[in-house]
């Protein structure tokens, strides 16, 4: 991130939990705090650690690690301070951005997640939070596979570079074509390897640095419907 320097690490390697503190180099601006996505995909580092939080909605281990490694009491220090932080998590950490978000956020400024996992439904419910916004790529699939969670009130947005373009169609045609729902056929294994290529490529896209993306804004209604049918 620009501008702003890694003021502190916070890290639990029993649970894979991966957060880091960051605060700008100019004066009064907020500070953040980047929780990682899930093994933090290449070099796959923590995956093993990392694994039964992305599977299991309702598991809040990494959230128990931040709370023991010092993550809450970094919120309320900037709090405290007058300079309340935004929370930032990608995929798993945006899973665990929520559950901080729920419990903690009268300490923060924001909860902004990218692909976040889904957190449980009773969580969602029981939510109060403000300040929230869920980005997703445009056809991303592996958020809504992985654990079937659901995703605290906020505001949702869908990302692409280009939007519904040509070549985002091609890709479509082949997720599609992998037919990744049915049972597994020798005949197209290469289409299923390529398929899951794109999605986990889609899954890590960094779009929101990239010149003049396209962002739509939807609301919850829409969410379920691309959950159903186009993001699945």
Do not use: C
Not at 84 to 92: H, N, T
Not at 117 to 130: D, F, I, Y
Not at 207 to 219: A, E, G
């Amino acid at each position: 991130m620009h501008g702003y320097l890694v003021e502190k690490v916070f890290e639990d390697f029993k649970t894979g939990f991966y957060a880091e503190a960051r605060s700008s180099t100019i004066y009064n601006t907020t500070p953040v705090l980047v929780i990682r996505g899930y093994g933090s995909w290449y070099p796959f580092d923590r995956v093993l650690e990392d694994t039964p939080d992305v599977f299991m909605a309702k598991l809040e281990r990494q959230l128990k690690s931040a709370e023991t490694v010092g993550v809450i009491d970094w919120l309320k220090q900037q709090f405290e301070s007058g300079n309340p932080a935004d929370v930032i998590g990608e995929s798993l950490g945006g899973k665990v951005a929520q559950q901080i978000a729920a419990k903690y956020y009268n300490y923060m400024r924001s909860t902004v997640t990218f692909n976040a996992l889904g957190v449980s439904r009773k969580l969602v419910q029981a939510s109060t939070a403000t300040n929230v916004f869920h980005y997703f790529t445009l056809g991303e699939r592996y958020a809504f596979w992985a654990n079937r969670g659901d995703f605290i009130p906020g505001t949702t947005f869908v990302i692409s570079k280009n939007g519904r373009n040509w070549w985002y169609k091609i890709e479509e045609a082949i997720v599609r074509m992998a037919r990744l729902d049915e049972k597994f056929r020798k005949r197209r294994v290469l289409v299923v390897i390529l398929a899951h290529w794109l999605l986990l490529n889609r899954h890590n896209a960094i779009v929101l640095n990239k010149k003049n993306p396209v962002v739509v804004q939807i609301y919850p209604n829409q969410l379920q419907i691309f959950r159903n049918s186009d993001f699945t």
